[in-house]
């Protein structure tokens, strides 16, 4: 989540209006600053948390590793003051993810026993934890349901597709071995897929990465799934 609230929402006005307040005592919880190298674990899975995170600027990416060994990239998030470590807090469980820092990064640290305090003095701020995570819920099961729905190739053009026409919170990646993680397969299958759409003419591979081609072609391709 972000300490800024999202623009959309219930409580979007509300949360505006109050959103100093908000991130003052979020900050007046702050301890130390910390600096992580491009690499570095912020959070890992399976660890306690003891810290909760605000990274101003600088790119994450997010993981989960399986028992087999098989990785899952959520994606990488350009960072904008978003707050990492906050559904641990609430629940009190071992990280679920690992957060890197993609770059060199200034971390802000935050106190959880000093955020518990403050949150008692202020419950009303409890709203901006609330409408942040139901936001970053939705939006994780439905990547989690498309993964687990739709075959590669579809998920592929409908990411590309996603990011063009959205301002999407989380991106891709320039390695491939990275790329077919987030789409939860391997290096070798998620090259075939793309072979399928850049052979129906879909797709090409641009500078940027993959392109879209033909958006009204990939938009019957991914209507021919429904």
């Not at 910390?34 to 912020?42: A, L």
């Not at 739709?150 to 990275?178: C, M, P, R, W």
Request: charged share 25%.
């Amino acid at each position: 989540m972000k300490i800024s609230p999202y623009p959309t929402g219930r409580f979007k006005t509300h949360l505006e209006q109050k959103s100093a307040e908000f991130r003052d005592l979020i900050y007046q919880c702050q301890v130390s600053t910390r600096y992580f190298d491009t690499g570095e674990e912020i959070l890992r899975q399976g660890e306690q948390l003891h810290y909760m995170y605000v990274v101003p600027v600088g790119r994450v990416s997010m993981s989960i590793i399986a028992a087999n060994g098989r990785r899952f990239q959520l994606g990488e998030a350009n960072c904008d003051y978003h707050i990492y470590g906050e559904m641990e807090y609430f629940t009190q469980t071992p990280c679920q993810w690992n957060v890197v820092a993609d770059e060199h990064m200034q971390v802000d640290v935050i106190c959880l026993q000093k955020l518990t305090d403050a949150l008692y003095r202020n419950p009303e701020m409890m709203v901006f934890f609330a409408s942040a995570l139901a936001e970053d819920y939705q939006d994780s099961m439905s990547i989690y349901t498309n993964r687990l729905l739709h075959s590669i190739s579809y998920n592929i053009a409908y990411d590309l597709l996603t990011q063009k026409q959205t301002n999407t919170l989380l991106g891709g990646f320039e390695k491939v071995n990275q790329e077919a993680e987030r789409f939860g397969t391997s290096g070798r299958v998620y090259r075939r897929a793309v072979k399928e759409l850049m052979d129906k003419g879909l797709i090409c591979k641009g500078e940027q990465g993959l392109e879209i081609l033909d958006e009204v072609a990939l938009k019957a391709f991914l209507d021919a799934y429904e």
